[in-house]
């Protein structure tokens, strides 16, 4: 059975009703969304152009009440921002990387090949330079915080892995009682960062990887996972999940993704999963 979740900040009612009755579909309204059955259309193209509004079919094989893991990319997804590019502000530095962020998240440059680019022009920059990007600059997205609660009070675990670095992940990880975090280690020296980080880098197979070992050690199948992202080094990591999520993401994740949240925020993934 087809199932159609409506929602965002502009839907009402009527409104759900109303594309309900064009997709010839029984529509429930469950106030924060809406859950639309039997359909006898499945073209939803033209009508996301016409409603400001997130439209999603629900994976056929997903069962949303089976879920017992979310795993989320961290920059621009759990996060308002790009670390990597505010930590280069700090060194006038900005643009050049951010362009260079910008291409690796269309998926115009390999994963790993940006990260080098990027973290070598960061190097002699003061390590406490971090703490004020983090103070100064790292704001969640709309809605993470709900959205994290819930889902933890509801036994699903939360994960965080990202391309970025431990040093936010670490943070995040404490202050959101997450259960798993992956990221890159940036090298330094006397206090100064070097231009290269320690060990393996966290790029689009070590994404992937990451929630493959956390469904293994939870004992779950990768059917029961939820995983979240924005640009094109997560679309492997989406791949494996039961249900993959774009969030505010790139045309080519959007595409690839089997939903995508547009119009609400990090809370529209309680919608997926069909909570109040």
Known sequence: MTQIIVQG???TQQLATEIAEKLDGQCQWKNRYALIEDTQHADLTMLRKLYAVDINVLPADFVAEECRLIVMDMDSTLITIECIDEIADFMDLKPQVAA???AAMRGEID??????QRVALLKGLPVDMLDR???ERLMLNPGAELMLKTV???GIKTALVSGGFTFFT?????RLNLDFTQAN??????????????GDICGAQAKADFLIKRCEELNIDKSQSIAIGDGANDLLMMAEAGMSVAYHARPKVQEAADTALNFCGLDGVLGLLQRP
């Open 133 to 135: 990007v983090y103070n």
């Open 100 to 102: 260079i962020t910008e």
């Open 185 to 198: 280690v940036l090298e330094n020296e006397n206090g100064y960062l070097t231009g290269q980080v320690t």
């Open 170 to 174: 670490d943070k995040l990880k404490k």
């Open 152 to 154: 933890q009070q509801a």
């Open 111 to 116: 994963f790993e090949t940006s990260l080098k």
């Open 9 to 11: 900040p502009q839907l």
